[in-house]
Structures are given as structure tokens and as C-alpha cells.
């Protein structure tokens, strides 16, 4: 059982689009993560956010946690092609040993030029 | 900038054959991870550590061991390896609970 799920999987988008990923789950995190994976490389922190309805925006980039701490989302403006990879969202619960991460399947974002 | 490097980009072993890989940062960090991506699967635990000679098993640890001796290396053993251990294998380390998680570069893992 995946306890976060991302959706889309896979968007296929021209340059200058807008897009929408979520990561939905009936469980409730201490804080999120998102990260981008390129190919060939380990994914990167894009952003943390910790408190319910936080809004954090990254250049073209906004991102926000659910209210009640189960979901978030990831907003791109005017795509480019530099925006391209695999988007991953990362949920951390306290009460879970170590405070480990539980990752969600991925969305695989290209942005055609 | 912290540093997670991953002994081999690619690696190509046979079945039943013990295969290590091999994971160091340069950050003195306290907590290390192993994960297996698989696509659409997304990143699963399999194993980590909290500190020197501390494990703790994951959500997939079956078919793996681990070792830290060392504060910076953390080791995955497959002990008899198997064709459904191919896949993409990532390290990564964290000073603590509290901090986001650096990664390595991955190691592709065929198992013939």
C-alpha cells in the first residue's frame, strides 16, 4: 500500500505551460518534502514545508501543504524545458522511527520546447 | 556542499553471487539510507542507520544486510543476489531527523 500517492505520473507539456502535481495521503506528516531527480543523479531538495496551509515559492515554483498536513502540491509557471525530470514528494512522521521518509511512486514532468 | 559518493555508477553481477555496494559522505552526518527506486514505485526503504554500528530495517529489507563501522560509510550487502534486486540503488545521509536527506548519484544494478 502506497500511503502518499502522486498524481499525475507522467505530464508531457510545451514550454510556457502551467502544471499541477499532487502528492495526497489519509495520513498526516510532520513536514514534506519535494525533490527533482534528473537522469543519472540523485534527486534534489527542492523545499520543506512544515506547517499546515504553508505557501513557499521557488522562482516559477510554488508549493503548498494541505491545512490538515495530508497532501500538498506543486505548481509550475510558464514550464521550460530546464524544469524536465522526475518530481518526488517526501512525507516525515514523527512517531515513525528515526522520523524516516516515505516517498511517493514520482512524476515524470517533461517540457517540450 | 555535502558530498554522497557511490562506489560504482554501474554494476552488472550474477545470480547467487554476494555483491557490496558502497555509500560515504564527507559531512560527519549521524543518519544514513539505502533505498531501491524502481519505476513506479517511487524510493523504498530498505535499510538505515542512526549512527556507528546502528541499523534499523526498512519497509524491504529481506535479501539485504548493511554494515557501519565507520561514521562515513555505510555498506548494502546482497548476500545471494537475485534477478529481482536489479534496479537503481541510492544512498543518502542527514546530520539528523530534523534535516532534509542529501543522495548520492545511484548505483544501476543488474543482476544476470
Known amino acids: 500500500t502506497q500511503l502518499l500517492e502522486q498524481s499525475p505520473q507522467f505530464l508531457s507539456i510545451q514550454e510556457g505551460e502551467n502544471l499541477t502535481v499532487y502528492c495526497n495521503s489519509s495520513?498526516?506528516?510532520?513536514?514534506l518534502q519535494w525533490y527533482r531527480q534528473e537522469p543519472g543523479e540523485g534527486p534534489v531538495l527542492l523545499v520543506t514545508?512544515?506547517?499546515?496551509?504553508e505557501v513557499k515559492k521557488l522562482k516559477r515554483l510554488t508549493f503548498q501543504f494541505g491545512d490538515a498536513r495530508k497532501d500538498s502540491s506543486l505548481h509550475i509557471t510558464a514550464a521550460q524545458p530546464g524544469d524536465t525530470g522526475l518530481y518526488l514528494c517526501a512525507g516525515a512522521r514523527r512517531e515513525t522511527s528515526g522520523s524516516r521518509l516515505t516517498f511517493g511512486e514520482g512524476t515524470q514532468l517533461t517540457v517540450n520546447p | 556542499d555535502v558530498k554522497v559518493t557511490q562506489s560504482s555508477r554501474y554494476l552488472v553481477k550474477r545470480t547467487g553471487e554476494k555483491v557490496f555496494l558502497e555509500c560515504v559522505q564527507d559531512?560527519?552526518?549521524?543518519?544514513m539510507f539505502w533505498y531501491r527506486q524502481d519505476p513506479g514505485l517511487g524510493l523504498r526503504l530498505i535499510y538505515f542507520?542512526?549512527?556507528?554500528?546502528?541499523?534499523e530495517k526498512g519497509d524491504i529489507p529481506e535479501g539485504y544486510s548493511v554494515s557501519r563501522e565507520k561514521k562515513e560509510r555505510f555498506s548494502l550487502i546482497l548476500e545471494s543476489a537475485s534477478t529481482n534486486q536489479t534496479s537503481m540503488y541510492l544512498c543518502a545521509s542527514r546530520p539528523d531527523p530534523y534535516q532534509p536527506q542529501h543522495f548520492g548519484d545511484g548505483t544501476r544494478l543488474s543482476i544476470l
Open positions: 542507520s542512526y549512527d556507528v554500528k546502528m541499523k
Open positions: 495520513s498526516v506528516f510532520s513536514s
Open positions: 559531512m560527519d552526518h549521524e543518519n
Open positions: 514545508v512544515v506547517t499546515g496551509g
